[in-house]
């Protein structure tokens, strides 16, 4: 075997087109059975005695050996150590080219070639994308859907390309959608399925291919793959049921392609994705509640949903998780609720339907994810709603857990809706009682130390917050402000040019509030307030330069 191959790889070296072919389909024949027996040292050999830089000139002239050329390409190409050594061999334009041919076996190894050479290499990738492979592969898989091995080797392609932002493009300036779900619609065998989803899942990613894939009927599909699993013990069945519920979620992230399903509530696909709800399949409860979170992305949605009933469904889900629960279910009930509850129109309704009371029962709960989206639903429920702050801002059990949270340094985003939510109750509420819940409960110092934020809406909801308290119960408050420096603080803010408007305001404001405590009205004194208030009237902004006439004013009037 040994002097066979020393014989083939000296004819494949010394060969130029005008070879006799059977000579050359010999050659090749005896290569590619060396290279099936063992692949890495019989590339080697081929490596050293450069037979490679002689393939793209057989490449270049089509007979009926170049399947057999591009398939001793595929196999060498198998080998991580080969890949340079092909791409330097100028393989891959002829390769290009091979994929506009008529020849389905030479499509086939071609296809192979490329995939193995470029495999796990996004800038050979990304060329590939640059020679306009996409759009030739699509075509390709439109012509060739009877044929399984061509179609795998597309669908690959297509999985490795994908993965690449910039392909996204061409993919959607292709009719790469229909293939898909066209091609999708005839699979029976799991294993195809799974290997068109995993096409599906990056591209669409992509907003105006979702569009173009929910046009195409995806969506059907997808709900027909749901009914057909759910129930099902099998393994493959299971996963094929979540990639489905996954993939519809994913589809509803766009907002063309989300309204299209919406259809003003009245669409099949979104009656059918409310059904997963109330399911006993944790999956489906999960991407249902999802769903609903997708769909409530805009007002008119979000009150159409509330109108027809959706919040309990939602509250019986959240029920069913409250002990032991499922945290992603949990965090998927309550992102929905939160983003219900975002129009005016709707807190009233979704107070009166319980679910503050609901939301409350998941407040031992140590998961991340469920603090944060437990918070932000509180805080859209009591926005403007003065009865609920005040009810939800003298619960001390809750007040004492959004204090707890205050300190969660390893979480940023719940120690801020902690810090927000805590503003929140005392600013919606402008209660006595709520105010000396959360300066009982420790909080003061942390909507201080919040208005020192560097997101100018938060500071802004501390210095109302403390400007209440200010206004409330100064005199249990003075010693958590004077122990917080919320003085010096007051006075870093109005000094700092990059302060917004807003905040200087409420930063005179609250010292105007302060001057009724002695220890604080000293402290404002020996920073000299008066002679940066002073500085400010001149200010550009009117409410701004207004405010400060009035500062100075009244610091006068007490110093």
Not at 79 to 108: H, K, T, W, Y
Not at 148 to 175: D, H, R, V, W, Y
Not at 374 to 389: K, N, P, S, Y
Request: aromatic share 2%.
């Amino acid at each position: 075997m040994a002097d066979n191959l020393s014989e083939a790889l000296k004819t494949l070296k010394l060969s130029s087109t005008s070879s006799s072919p059977d000579v050359l389909e010999g050659s090749l024949d005896c290569l590619l059975k060396a290279l099936a027996h063992n692949n890495m040292e019989v590339s080697g050999r081929l490596q050293e005695m450069g037979v490679l830089s002689q393939l793209p000139a057989l490449l270049s002239a089509p007979s009926p050996c170049t399947p057999k050329v591009a398939n001793v390409i595929a196999e060498v190409a198998k080998n991580e150590f080969m890949r340079g050594v092909c791409v330097d061999a100028g393989l891959i334009p002829p390769l290009v080219q091979l994929l506009s041919s008529q020849e389905q076996e030479v499509l086939l190894q071609t296809g192979r070639a490329l995939g193995n050479i470029c495999y796990d290499s996004h800038s050979l990738q990304a060329q590939l994308i640059n020679m306009g492979v996409i759009p030739t592969l699509v075509k390709l898989l439109g012509q060739h859907t009877d044929n399984t091995p061509l179609t795998e080797m597309c669908l690959i392609a297509f999985g490795n390309l994908a993965e690449l932002e910039s392909s996204k493009e061409q993919f959607a300036s292709t009719p790469i959608a229909l293939e898909l779900v066209q091609l999708f619609r005839k699979q029976m065998e799991h294993e195809r399925k799974e290997m068109i989803f995993e096409v599906l899942a990056p591209l669409a990613e992509n907003d105006v291919i979702k569009l173009q894939l929910v046009e195409a009927g995806l969506v059907e599909c997808l709900l027909d793959v749901v009914a057909h699993t759910l129930g099902s013990e099998r393994e493959e069945d299971t996963a094929e049921l979540k990639t489905a519920s996954d993939l519809m979620v994913l589809l509803l992230l766009g907002d063309e392609s989300m309204q299209k399903l919406f259809e003003g509530g009245k669409g099949s696909v979104f009656q059918r994705v409310l059904s997963w709800v109330p399911s006993d399949n944790h999956q489906l409860q999960l991407a249902g509640a999802l769903a609903i979170a997708n769909f409530a992305r805009n007002d008119g949605n979000c009150i159409h949903m509330v109108e027809t009933g959706i919040v309990q469904k939602l509250l019986d889900l959240l029920e069913r998780h409250v002990e032991e629960g499922n945290v992603t279910v949990q965090h998927a009930a309550l992102s929905a609720l939160r983003n219900l509850a975002i129009p005016v129109v709707n807190k009233s309704k979704m107070l009166a339907a319980g679910v503050a009371e609901v939301v409350l029962k998941f407040l031992q709960s140590e998961m991340p994810p469920v603090q944060f989206k437990l918070l932000g639903t509180l805080r859209m429920l009591i926005d403007t709603q003065v009865d609920a702050a005040d009810q939800l801002g003298t619960n001390s059990k809750l007040v004492e857990r959004l204090v707890e949270w205050c300190e969660a340094k390893d979480h940023a985003g719940v120690m801020g809706e902690s810090n927000r939510l805590l503003s929140a109750l005392i600013r919606h509420s402008k209660s006595k009682d709520v105010v000396r819940t959360v300066i009982q409960s420790g909080g003061v110092k942390h909507l201080v130390t919040m208005a020192t934020s560097e997101h100018m809406i938060m500071q802004n909801e501390a210095l109302v917050a403390l400007g209440v308290i200010g206004a409330l119960d100064l005199a249990l408050a003075e010693k958590d402000f004077v122990g917080a420096n919320l003085v010096q603080i007051l006075h870093k803010l109005l000094t700092d040019e990059r302060s917004a408007p807003e905040i200087k305001y409420n930063s005179m404001i609250l010292i105007c509030s302060l001057m009724g405590s002695e220890p604080l009205h000293r402290e404002v004194q020996s920073l000299a307030f008066i002679d940066v208030v002073s500085k400010l009237r001149s200010h550009e902004n009117k409410t701004v330069s207004h405010q400060a006439s009035l500062t100075e004013q009244r610091l006068t009037a007490q110093s």
